[in-house]
């Protein structure tokens, strides 16, 4: 659990991003019928509160959508019998349409932007240095707005999804990770040099998830794959104990693992401001 005496230098959160970070806006999108709820706890894709909501700061402004891509014009996004969502590109787009940007406190806003994962379920053959331009672009979107502070989340292993495990390519999954993660790691580092006065951080997801597959006992997790499937939009509980596992369903992490991706991404928001920051080790081929 994170010490509540570090305090983040920052009190609003604007987010843009997948199911990982969704708090209901596909629920809304859908007529409170995906995710369902319950089990689905209250329109997150997950069986409780997500990691967005766990880092201790209370105005959250959330464009995420589960099913989201970086951008529709890479990738068009959906969810939910092809229900299309906005990209984070569109989101972001929507944010600067309908914030009145002069009350913006710059610098008490955190952008964070954890997106990715749906460009490739949607399109393996995708090149990770188009779907990481693609994610560059909305951040210098922000940019051009005022932005001074983000958070971005690196890709989590795609060949640790249940959902993926069928593909049975489980090397190939792990390159186009690895690949996707050395290429935004050196794009923020860019930015960084561009914008020496704006604040990157760079959360290793990826390596947090590593950990917990190669240790899950450490973190009290008895199961790496899923607790529930989701054949044709129902749900099947095929266990009793979902926060010993570290996926709800084929795709999406359970609320404990939020819980750990929120204290460890609360560490890296306390730290010192300025230059890039990443969390953990940095991920090795």
Not at 37 to 51: A, E, L, Q
Request: proline residues 5%; contains cysteine; hydrophobic residues 35%.
């Amino acid at each position: 659990m994170y010490i509540q005496s570090k305090e983040i230098p920052h009190d609003t959160i604007v987010c843009f991003g997948d199911s990982n970070s969704d708090t209901g806006n596909v629920y809304k999108l859908t007529g409170s019928k995906w995710p369902i709820d319950p089990p689905y706890y209250k329109g997150r894709f997950s069986n409780g509160k997500v990691w967005i909501e766990k880092l201790g700061i209370s105005n959250l402004m959330n464009y995420a959508y589960g099913g989201a891509t970086t951008d529709n014009n890479l990738v068009q996004g959906f969810r939910a019998s092809q229900v299309i969502v906005p990209g984070v590109r569109q989101q972001i787009a929507i944010y600067k349409n309908t914030i009145d940007l002069r009350k913006i406190n710059f610098h008490r806003t955190i952008y964070i932007i954890w997106v990715g994962e749906n460009d490739y379920q949607l399109n393996l053959a995708l090149s990770p240095s188009a779907v990481v331009k693609s994610l560059i672009n909305g951040i210098n979107d922000l940019i051009e707005i005022g932005a001074k502070h983000f958070l971005i989340v690196n890709q989590s292993p795609l060949q640790a999804y249940p959902a993926n495990q069928a593909l049975n390519i489980p090397d190939y999954l792990k390159k186009l990770t690895l690949k996707h993660n050395h290429n935004l790691s050196n794009s923020i580092r860019l930015l960084q040099l561009i914008f020496p006065k704006i604040s990157f951080k760079l959360f290793d997801v990826y390596s947090l998830i590593t950990n917990i597959l190669i240790n899950p006992s450490t973190y009290g997790i008895n199961s790496t794959t899923n607790c529930w499937s989701t054949p044709n939009y129902t749900v099947v509980h095929v266990c009793s104990t979902p926060d010993t596992c570290l996926f709800i369903d084929e795709y999406h992490f359970t609320t404990r693992i939020h819980q750990l991706i929120a204290d460890n991404a609360r560490e890296l928001l306390v730290q010192s401001k300025g230059t890039i920051k990443f969390h953990h080790s940095i991920f090795s081929v």
